[in-house]
């Protein structure tokens, strides 16, 4: 069986052996290559900033493997015809976890005042508890529901809203309405999509309490960049913690750099990680060769 690894240059040290290591412990036997005729490959190991975008002469592959959790650059190519899956991989949950409990802790205790104290300023007042600061997450995925289980285990009451009806959590306009209108802080972990893109304008910005706050890690075109910086200049959004943008990397001269109530990190909140991913590649395709549904299946009418 062959296997092609479609992705930046710096990524083949990385999988060159963790891959050919987890599929021999799934008991699979493939040879992991850079470069192959297309009419011999059986699965696509896929990064976005690979420059494949033709799949057509792929004719025998069975499966595209996502190695990122966002698929919105790949899921409308028409020539991608084969199964796509996208990247659950409890390594990148974890780096999520972490982002989004400390961004979180950074806010609620009110970190800053103390990091940058110029003037020496003795200020007695105590941050609340977690347990009287209501977090809400946008998107109860993989990455959501990972996050929300954590900030519960401190103590946050967290609100989750996602697309579909779930026990315990909102969905809908209505629901989205309630969910941001108790939001202290607010997480977003939602794919991009034609449905979420543009979701947090203007109108839902004010729907959040006065002094907000907002992470977001999940993609940039999820928020109104102009809204985001109206809301932020009128003080009615206190902070805005952001990994993603609609352009990255984020042009020198964007207002967000500079902005005094803007925290930017550059896509880093989760990345995938090779040890931990390499062993879900191995499962899909031992499924695959199983004729076993795929693990992570993209939805393309969905887009996500
Ligand atoms: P996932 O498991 O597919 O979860 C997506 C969640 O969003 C689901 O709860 C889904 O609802 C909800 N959703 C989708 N469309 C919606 C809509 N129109 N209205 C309301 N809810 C909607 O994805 P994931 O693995 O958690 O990843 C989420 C996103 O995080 C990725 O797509 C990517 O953009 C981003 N990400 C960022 C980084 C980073 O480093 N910054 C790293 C990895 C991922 P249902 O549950 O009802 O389907």
Request: charged share 20%; hydrophobic share 40%; proline share 9%.
């Amino acid at each position: 069986m062959t296997l092609i690894l479609f992705a930046a240059p710096a990524l083949w040290p990385e999988y060159r052996d963790t891959l050919p290591a987890a599929l021999t412990e799934a008991g699979i036997e493939a040879t992991l290559v850079t470069e192959a005729d297309p009419s011999q490959v059986d699965y696509i190991v896929y990064a976005p900033a690979s420059p494949l975008q033709d799949f057509t002469p792929y004719s025998r592959t069975k499966a595209v493997l996502n190695l990122w959790a966002g698929v919105e650059k790949i899921v409308g190519n028409p020539t991608l015809t084969q199964p796509l899956c996208r990247m659950v991989d409890p390594g990148l949950t974890e780096g999520m976890v972490e982002w989004v409990t400390g961004h979180t802790l950074r806010h609620h205790l009110g970190m800053d005042r103390h990091i940058v104290n110029p003037g020496h300023i003795w200020d007695p007042t105590c941050p609340p508890l977690a347990r009287e600061r209501p977090v809400t997450i946008l998107g109860m995925g993989a990455l959501g529901s990972a996050c929300a289980e954590a900030l519960r285990a401190l103590n946050f009451p967290v609100t989750g809203w996602s697309r579909t009806e779930k026990p315990g959590q909102l969905h809908g306009d209505h629901g989205l309405r309630r969910a941001l209108s108790t939001a202290q802080i607010l997480v977003t972990l939602l794919p991009k999509t034609p449905e979420t893109e543009n979701l947090l304008n203007a109108d839902r910005l004010d729907l959040l309490p006065q002094g907000a706050v907002i992470l977001n890690p999940g993609r940039g075109a999820l928020i109104d960049d102009d809204a985001l910086l109206a809301a932020l200049d009128r003080g009615h959004i206190g902070h805005a913690t952001l990994d993603v943008f609609r352009v990255e990397p984020l042009p020198r001269d964007h207002p967000f750099w500079t902005h005094p109530k803007v925290t930017v990190t550059p896509h880093i909140a989760a990345d995938t990680r090779a040890i931990t991913a390499a062993r879900v590649i191995a499962e899909n395709i031992r499924r695959g060769e199983a004729g076993e549904p795929f693990l992570h299946q993209v939805d393309r009418a969905r887009g996500y």
